[in-house]
């Protein structure tokens, strides 16, 4: 006959076994960092692209996108795009961005990318140009990593 301890004995290790196979299996850490790291390179890209849409593509519905101009932050998908757009009608506007950095939390469900960005575009009087460096902070929503939060100041 079996005792009660015995019987937890076994049902323990059981049930957890059990559980574990129940779960989503995980992604390796530093696959979520490799790929942030490749989706913010292709967001980087497509600021170069003079295409708003391909812009926003990585923006999460309720990103807020802080400018260094000191405007009022930006809300919203439909409202960065309006921004790029203009940016874009500018003449001869360039916008390139780096990806230094990229950081995934312990969840696998927050990170964060820096980087430095330029921007150029020609003005009636002369060429105005900027540089500084952005923090991006990114969110995975059913598996996509998006841009919840950006913020970019100059170095001057």
Not at 25 to 44: C, I, K, N
Not at 99 to 108: I, P
């Amino acid at each position: 006959m079996m005792r009660a301890g015995s019987l937890k004995l076994i049902l323990i290790p059981a049930v957890a076994v059990t559980l574990g196979a129940c779960r989503a299996p995980e992604v390796p850490h530093q696959s979520l960092v490799a790929g942030l790291r490749e989706v913010s390179d292709a967001y980087t890209r497509s600021t170069a692209s003079n295409e708003a849409s391909a812009v926003v593509a990585f923006f999460a519905p309720d990103v807020v996108v802080m400018s260094p101009q000191g405007r009022a932050p930006v809300r919203g998908v439909e409202a960065n795009r309006a921004a790029w757009e203009r940016f874009f009608r500018g003449k001869n506007p360039v916008h390139t961005m780096t990806t230094d950095t990229a950081v995934v939390d312990r969840s696998g469900e927050l990170g964060y990318t820096t980087g430095q960005w330029t921007v150029g575009v020609d003005t009636p009087g002369g060429r105005a140009e900027a540089a500084g460096n952005y923090l991006a902070v990114w969110r995975r929503q059913e598996g996509r990593w998006r841009i919840v939060a950006l913020s970019a100041y100059p170095f001057r």
